[in-house]
């Protein structure tokens, strides 16, 4: 994806200068967040509390899938308050470059998309980097659980990883999302609409919008929002973002980006030409501040995906145990064969007498072994309770910390390399437009040369005739 990316850039480049070239822009030049971490926090205090009250559900199906269900909720309700956030934003970033006064129209756009840019891309994405790099990490142990206000248990990610919860808040906010776009692009130009047409009736009765000329019929349509394509170019960015950030956790989110976009081009043709009123063309050179914007997400892209890969997957510790501690390990070798016993490797154990009071389990377990429990297991890389540093860290642990920090390094500078590699490679121009620029350059050049001769020949006549000579004349 990393690579990908790379190669949409540069081959966006290479269009970019052919459209450019083609409507003679090459050379125009125009004239001229305290909220989200709130928001995110208060999401974190409802997975908290709610999982606790699930896990006490009287229905088994919610209190077996105490996990899933705090998940699913906390996605949707994540879901709302973005969108209703993003309408403050809007209002704030508009402020905020008022109040800087920019001298050019140019650099007010600049300076509102950004701002406009960061707003929502950290609205958007907030909570899927708290799932993706906090959740489970500041949780304690058993015996020891760190507690909000002393009551709830901070939460855990799910048994198998915290790649499923990431995975449920990319895919449920990124359709969620996507719907609610290609709604409102829609639904809201056919409502208004709609409603402007009931009005005409009322003022001038049903028969006379019969004898409308076109041109009025095409003024009483929407106009275009104040800010002409910027909407459609901020979804475009934070769905890149999306796709290619935490590819690696969701690795479908391409594929309903693809699927996203090929129905919104004909949403938005039958927007732009049923729904909407003409445009009024304006001059731009490139897309401006978006590709600077772009390339940023192409690099945030490869060190977020590096943390996923190392920290947030089990893809690290598999590789640790393969080569260090299972039994091939010191051959050199990483087969299956080589992950026998990788489960009880990564779980520690607990002696069910260290429990806190208010953690202690309802019963001793007799019911399923015959006899009461004295351990239990739990995922974590920790001494056994009779150890000289009971639940400390084991000299595992250590090794995969160590291995996750060079594979972010070592991961981090071969993609870098590799794009600049890429970059290097793909010339900005295609071929045929370089050779077409050239000639365009030469027959200019020769024109004017032409042209310059002609008008010195002329003078030069003019003074003989005159019977002024200058030996100093070039022919």
Known sequence: MAVWATVFLEFWKRRRAVIAYDWDLIDWEEEEICVVIAAVFGIVIYRVVTVSTFAAFKWALIRNNSQVATTGTAVCINFCIIMLLNVLYEKVALLLTNLEQPRTESEWENSFTLKMFLFQFVNLNSSTFYIAFFLGRFTGHPGAYLRLINR???????????LIDLCMQMGIIMVLKQTWNNFMELGYPLIQNWWTRRKVRQEHGPERKISFPQWEKDYNLQPMNAYGLFDEYLEMILQFGFTTIFVAAFPLAPLLALLNNIIEIRLDAYKFVTQWRRPLASRAKDIGIWYGILEGIGILSVITNAFVIAITSDFIPRLV????????????????????GYVNASLSVFQISDFENRSEPESDGSEFSGTPLKYCRYRDYRDPPHSLVP?????????????????IIVFEHLVFCIKHLISYLIPDLPKDLRDRMRREKYLIQEMMYEAELERLQKERKERKKNGKAHHNEWP
Not at 152 to 162: D, Q
Not at 326 to 340: D, I, S, T
Not at 391 to 407: E, N
Request: aromatic residues 18%; positive net charge.
């Open 152 to 162: 709830w248990r901070l939460e855990e990610c799910h048994p198998s990883g915290c």
């Open 391 to 407: 639940y400390g860290y084991t000299l595992q642990f250590w090794h995969v910390l160590a291995a996750r920090l060079a594979f």
């Open 321 to 340: 145990y393969a080569y260090k501690y299972g039994p091939c390990a010191g051959q050199g070798e990483a087969g299956q064969k080589c992950m026998v």
